[in-house]
């Protein structure tokens, strides 16, 4: 995470504080753990109102894959085996199409919606950039008006972010 977004301190205060919505300020919160032995994953995760709505890790798609039914064989030989199944599923199963997404999936979608404009991360076809920009204090009643004849087709997950931000 380091290279694409400097400290998480740093990434915390840009996104609650500087980039944030008004009207959401001490309502949104992110977090970010990393346990020993994680070889270098974290778990990203988002709140609304202190409870947690969204979790970002391998083990969230991971999980996800296996309750959708995409993994199709449960008896591994070992580990190596296990994680070469989902790295073909990551590969065939795009972001757009799945409901969980990684922690590196996270930090690109962090470091993509830092680098375009508002407009371009709004109407991404990434739900990540689109969930960053629509807590962004830089959308305008205009675009919010246009979001929400929007609304009904995104994630379930994203759809809670719009109502949040359309209220």
Same mark, same amino acid.
């Given at each position: 995470m380091g290279k694409i977004?400097? @400290? *998480?301190s740093g990434m915390r205060k840009y996104l609650e504080k500087e980039m944030l919505a008004d009207c959401l300020?001490?309502?949104?919160r992110y977090n970010c753990t990393?346990?020993?032995?994680m070889d270098g994953c974290h778990i990203f995760e988002v709140y609304i109102d202190n409870k947690m709505v969204k979790?970002? @890790? *391998?083990?969230?798609?991971?999980?996800?894959?296996?309750?959708?039914e995409y993994k199709m064989d449960s008896n591994y030989f070992g580990i190596?085996?296990?994680w070469?199944?989902?790295?073909?599923l990551m590969d065939t199963v795009p972001m757009q199409s799945r409901q969980e997404y990684t922690d590196n999936e996270f930090c690109k979608s962090l470091e993509?919606?830092?680098?375009?404009?508002i407009q371009d991360s709004i109407q991404s076809e990434n739900p990540l950039e689109r969930m960053f920009a629509v807590l962004d204090r830089r959308v305008g009643k205009?675009?919010?008006e246009k979001l929400k004849e929007t609304m009904e087709e995104q994630n379930e997950w994203l759809q809670q972010f719009y109502r949040l931000r359309l209220l």
């Open positions: 977004l400097g @400290s *998480w300020h001490g309502r949104i990393t346990y020993v032995g979790q970002f @890790s *391998w083990e969230t798609v991971n999980t996800y894959f296996i309750e959708n190596i085996e296990y070469d199944e989902f790295w073909a993509n919606y830092r680098n375009q404009s205009r675009s919010l």
